[in-house]
């Protein structure tokens, strides 16, 4: 009796702290819709850009090179190389990127900016980083700020994909 005791604080605890956790990433999906609809509607708005054409083009600006295949460009969206493909197709088209050839194999493409790709970065990252101050001006003090950014990077760098 005493060991089924034990078993039953186990469970109890158990679903108290998943409860907890769900909790918090309920949140986090809350608070991730709410910035992901503010960030599109300014991005499309001002720069005529979706959230996910954006962090598509930062991946590649901040690639080692300038460039990235459409493989590692699938890994750090998380998204499959055939929707890598759809996204990068009207980009392209817009004059925003463009191939560069392997120089070991020609076959192989990789994805870089085109020099009016950069230009619509720069633009975009001060937009950013307008909305972000926008998001943490009132109510968030510098530290907390840090310390969110902190444990968000250490969650995030549990999944492939994250941006460095």
């Avoid at 599109?40 to 991946?59: E, M, P, R, V």
């Amino acid at each position: 009796m005493l060991v089924d005791c034990f078993v039953f604080a186990y469970y109890f605890h158990m679903e108290i702290y998943a409860a907890k956790y769900w909790t918090a990433a309920q949140q986090l999906f809350d608070a991730q819709a709410r910035l992901e609809e503010r960030f599109a509607n300014a991005l499309g708005s001002i720069h005529g850009l979706s959230l996910k054409d954006t962090l598509l083009l930062l991946h590649v600006a901040h690639a080692e090179g300038g460039r990235l295949s459409r493989i590692e460009l699938a890994k750090r969206l998380s998204i499959s190389p055939s929707t890598v493909t759809r996204t990068t197709a009207p980009l392209e088209k817009r004059g925003l990127l463009g191939r560069e050839s392997s120089v070991r194999d020609a076959r192989y493409a990789y994805v870089v900016l085109t020099d009016a790709g950069k230009r619509a970065v720069v633009d975009a990252s001060a937009t950013l980083e307008r909305l972000s101050a926008g998001v943490f001006a009132q109510g968030w003090t510098a530290d907390e700020v840090a310390t969110l950014t902190a444990l968000l990077g250490r969650l995030a760098g549990r999944y492939p994909g994250a941006m460095p």
